[in-house]
């Protein structure tokens, strides 16, 4: 069968140049002014007719082989793709249909899971949520508890799910569960996919400090999933969790996010009267510089991926080091913004109309998502520095 | 260059310099701090004429070749002064216009039977060709050089290429060190060489001992001063990953508690960061040499990227040392102990041609400079 519509072209024909200018263009001819640079993740009434776009030109899945109706694009053209979206700051929406899903089944999924869910993803009938961490199991995955026992043609599942990105607007959980609790922690896990709207599911919004509703709690009392929802084989579900660590690894050290931070931090120190303090200049060139430097580490990973090699685990560094100066630049525009740094929203300062706390409070996740930098420095010191444990 | 043209280099580099730490301490205690048999064994690997154009009898290679051998003699640790009496004084000879005086030199230095380094700095945190403090007078036919430089990193060279300020701009003299008139007072530096401090008092010059006229020798200047930056950024660089080196495996055997004390968290976190600002400092200098080696590169992005990879590998060189230091404890402060080899070497190094707020300082300039006039930085 045929997933998804036909791409117009093969993209990776192009220079990647070419390639670039194309979808810049499109993006900057047809993506909402207004939802530029949203200071929080945008819920999906807010951000779907994009996405529906999106869909309909056969651009929702860029990372997706063309025969499963994905852009079917190489890496080199990927990295452009994703870097243009980020360079025009286009909201990211409930996305891990098209960033974990859909690779796991097409790795890991039978003939059958394929074709119930890809197209759903592709025209963004189902979103997908993650249901990973657990309130006992946060840096420590491995140890979650959430149970799943076989009962006939189907799997009961018992738990309770946590830090779920906008699981409001999901219709679809992907779920690590336990389904052997005797084995060793990694190899009682299985990796199962669940409709949200199964009897037994309770999602409870969690607001955050920034007044936000971008993650949920999910109770699950007594949900049933057929068992031809089980992706792989039982007890190996770990594995599938892992793999999807790889490739991903490298947006969360993009620069582009830094960078941005650093356009808003100019723009408050000249609304601040401070841009020629040179005390300012001094702080400002430095993280100006940790920026650059993240551009030439990141060029040097992106390029690895371009030679079509594998990344390994020294990627660590670069979430370590994105996210870190993202913060620094961050605390120091809350620094210049003096009294403003109270306030929150948009405030007009001077001319100015600027948001400071979003860009604070957007600073301070990062270091801990995705494998918190705690875990990412273990990461490092046992598996590149060799130390011992 | 390509990248196995560029990885032979290294490898041939690493088969040469290798720490010896015995070598390293005797030369230490020498009047010059360095080994003049070294010295003509490094010229016969052709390191000295990497940069030197083949039209000029030289390799013609681009500055990540003089980089590679910079970062394996950081690496080892050697006081032989490549990128003060190679780079520097080699990527302003020849960008001179007195091709036989040029010639004459280039051949001495490539062969290693004359060290030559450039003197053309007046004042601490200078790094422009302009802050030279000497000043030509002409008195009838002849031109007299008077005023000082400092901070010329090699005291015992054979000749230094002086920068002054002549009537029409900058020029450039070769001076050799037993000229009339010339006066080098040495400074001991941190790592056991000897800094000088030049003073020239009416030092006659002619036109035969100029090697580049104001026609060209700000450029040239320029161009060797960000050149040697770079290089010794990459020397920086091989300094971290030898210290990095030695404090892992101390890390690894040193036990207290009864356990290795790299096994604690907290040193773990601490290692962990010091390679991180060593690797962000070899992709900065990576891409920093590309820019620097483009064609179409202009002076000020040259020098906008010699800030680039400087401020960095100054800055996390003397980060890494000084951790290195507290991950190893009492043993890491001792003279007896090869780390405080390289820190010596990283303190001078760090502080020569700029150190990393000089270079934060002067990025920062450039880049709001080429951001006015609309080019890409």
């Avoid at chain 1, 993202?326 to 009294?339: H, K, N, P, S, Y």
């Avoid at chain 2, 040469?16 to 016969?44: C, H, N, Q, V, Y």
């Avoid at chain 2, 910079?70 to 690496?75: D, L, M, P, V």
């Avoid at chain 2, 701009?169 to 001991?188: D, K, N």
Wanted: proline share 4%; net charge negative; charged share 25%.
């Amino acid at each position: 069968m045929s997933y998804g519509v036909l791409q117009e072209r093969d993209w990776n024909a192009l220079a990647d140049e070419e390639f670039r200018a194309l979808v810049r263009a499109d993006f900057e001819a047809h993506y909402p002014q207004a939802l530029r640079y949203a200071p929080r993740r945008l819920r999906w009434h807010e951000i779907r007719d994009w996405y529906l776009r999106m869909a309909k030109k056969g651009w929702i899945a860029p990372n997706w082989p063309a025969e499963y109706g994905g852009m079917g694009l190489a890496p080199a053209k990927l990295l452009i793709f994703i870097e243009e979206q980020e360079r025009f700051g286009i909201a990211r929406f409930q996305d891990h249909g098209v960033l974990m899903v859909g690779p796991v089944l097409q790795r890991f999924g039978t003939e059958e899971q394929r074709r119930r869910f890809l197209p759903s993803i592709l025209d963004c009938e189902h979103i997908w949520c993650q249901g990973y961490s657990e309130p006992g199991a946060g840096s420590d995955l491995a140890g979650l508890s959430t149970r799943a026992r076989r009962e006939g043609d189907h799997y009961i599942i018992d738990g309770h799910k946590i830090w779920t990105t906008l699981a409001q607007d999901g219709t679809h959980m992907f779920v690590l569960v336990r389904t052997d609790p005797d084995a060793k922690k990694q190899d009682g896990i299985s990796f199962l996919l669940v409709d949200i709207k199964a009897p037994g599911i309770t999602v409870r919004p969690i607001r955050d400090m920034a007044g936000h509703e971008e993650f949920c709690e999910v109770f699950f009392d007594g949900v049933r999933t057929p068992v031809a929802n089980l992706v792989g084989e039982e007890n190996r579900g770990w594995t599938i969790a892992k793999s999807l660590l790889t490739f991903e690894r490298i947006f969360i050290g993009s620069p582009k996010l830094p960078e941005y931070g650093l356009a808003v931090l100019e723009n408050l120190a000249r609304a601040r009267g401070v841009l020629g303090d040179p005390l300012f200049r001094d702080r400002f060139a430095a993280v100006k510089l940790d920026v650059v430097h993240l551009g030439d580490l990141y060029a040097r990973f992106a390029a690895t991926l371009v030679r079509g090699e594998a990344l390994g685990p020294d990627i660590s560094m670069l979430k370590i080091w994105a996210t870190e100066t993202f913060q620094r630049i961050a605390e120091l525009g809350l620094e210049v913004a003096g009294d403003y740094g109270g306030l929150s929203g948009e405030v007009s300062i001077g001319d100015a109309d600027i948001d400071v706390l979003s860009l604070f409070y957007k600073s301070r996740v990062p270091t801990i998502y995705g494998g918190s930098n705690e875990i990412q420095r273990n990461i490092l010191a046992r598996q590149v520095l060799d130390l011992p444990s | 260059m390509s990248d196995d043209t560029l990885s032979m280099l290294a490898n041939a580099a690493a088969a040469f310099a290798k720490p010896d730490s015995k070598r390293l301490r005797a030369a230490r205690a020498s009047a010059t701090g360095f080994d003049r048999k070294i010295w003509r064994e490094m010229a016969e690997q052709g390191w000295f004429s990497v940069l030197v154009p083949e039209a000029q009898g030289g390799l013609g290679l681009a500055l990540d070749a003089a980089a590679a051998i910079a970062g394996r003699i950081g690496y080892a640790a050697y006081p032989e002064p490549f990128v003060a009496a190679s780079v520097l004084s080699t990527a302003a000879l020849t960008r001179g216009d007195n091709p036989a005086l040029a010639a004459s030199l280039l051949d001495a230095v490539a062969c290693g039977e004359r060290i030559v380094t450039l003197a053309w700095q007046n004042d601490a945190g200078e790094i422009t060709p302009q802050s030279t403090g000497v000043r030509a007078r002409d008195a009838g036919a002849a031109r007299m050089l008077s005023g000082s430089c400092r901070f010329v990193r090699v005291a015992a060279a054979d000749t230094f290429v002086v920068a002054a300020h002549v009537p029409g701009g900058l020029a450039l003299y070769a001076i050799e060190r037993s000229r009339a008139g010339l006066v080098i007072e040495t400074e001991a530096a941190a790592d056991g060489s000897a800094s000088a401090r030049l003073v020239l008092r009416d030092v006659a010059v002619s036109a035969g001992d100029c090697v580049a006229t104001p026609a060209c020798a700000d450029a040239a200047l320029a161009y060797a001063l960000d050149a040697a930056i770079l290089c010794s950024a990459a020397e920086l660089t091989g300094i971290m990953e030898r210290v990095l080196e030695l404090t892992f495996e101390y890390l690894r055997t040193r036990k207290q508690f009864g356990k290795p004390i790299g096994s604690f968290q907290a040193l773990q976190h601490r290692a962990v960061d010091i390679w991180i600002q060593k690797e962000l400092s070899k992709a900065a200098l990576a891409a920093a040499l590309k820019r620097f080696d483009a064609a179409d590169a202009t002076p000020q992005q040259r020098s906008l990227a010699a800030s680039s990879a400087k401020s960095r590998a100054a800055d996390a060189a003397l980060t890494v040392c000084k951790q290195a230091v507290q991950l190893h404890g009492a043993i890491g402060f001792t003279d007896e102990y090869d780390l405080s080899l390289y820190f010596n070497r990283a303190l001078v190094l760090a502080a020569w041609l700029g150190n990393g707020a000089t270079h934060r300082r002067r990025h920062d300039a450039l880049s709001q400079s080429l951001a006015l006039s609309g080019e890409a930085a």
